[in-house]
């Protein structure tokens, strides 16, 4: 309650201070909507972002188009064959409201399809958010920036797997 009360205070201070009511207030408008960071680009145009999940690391590359992603040189239908698959990769897409209007360049490496999927939705996520900074507060309350830590458990001396015992035997 007591912070309402001060930016009132502080748009009335405003106010007073530039004589003119409207252009005052577009001027606190324009501060606090003003992205934190700045938009970066290669030489290209594009903006670049690495995306990683399991053992799986993506290069990506976000540059306005037509909605082409294209994985190791293939287009996404035929590299992420599973529906399900394709589906995670244009999430952060769908949650910008951005469908079809950015071309995708990925390249990635290690672990498998389910790893490299989110690999890409990942650098697509911190991509999006280099290219347009206003959209990194959408895409950060989605979850798609942080990098999902969990990966597969080593195997232990003594075990069969990570966690499951040799079978015992009675006799």
Same mark, same amino acid.
């Given at each position: ?102 071309? =995708?360049? &990925? ?6 399809? *389910? ?5 890409? /939705?990942? @650098?697509? !996520?911190? %991509? ?10 959408? =895409?950060? &309350? ?6 999902? *830590? ?5 195997? /232990?001396? @003594?075990? !069969?797997? %990570? ?9």
């Amino acid at each position: 309650m007591a912070d309402e009360t001060n930016t009132v205070s502080d748009l009335a201070d405003l106010k007073d201070i530039a004589g003119d009511a409207p252009a005052a207030d577009a001027a606190v408008i324009a501060t606090n909507t003003a992205p934190l960071r700045e938009q970066e680009l290669d030489k290209q145009g594009r903006a670049y972002a690495t995306g990683r999940r399991k053992d799986a690391v993506a290069r990506v590359w976000v540059k306005p188009g037509t909605g082409k992603i294209t994985v190791n040189g293939r287009d996404q239908d035929v590299y992420f064959a599973r529906p399900t698959l394709r589906l995670i990769i244009n999430q952060p897409f769908g949650i910008t409201d951005r469908a079809g209007q950015y071309d =995708v360049i &990925a390249t990635v490496k290690g672990g498998g399809l *389910s790893g490299q999927a989110g690999a890409v /939705k990942h @650098g697509i !996520a911190q %991509a999006l958010s280099k290219y347009e900074p206003a959209l990194r507060s959408t =895409v950060k &309350a989605a979850g798609f920036l942080t990098r999902d *830590s969990r990966v597969v458990e080593r195997k /232990k001396y @003594g075990r !069969a797997k %990570a966690r499951r015992s040799f079978q015992f035997s009675k006799r």
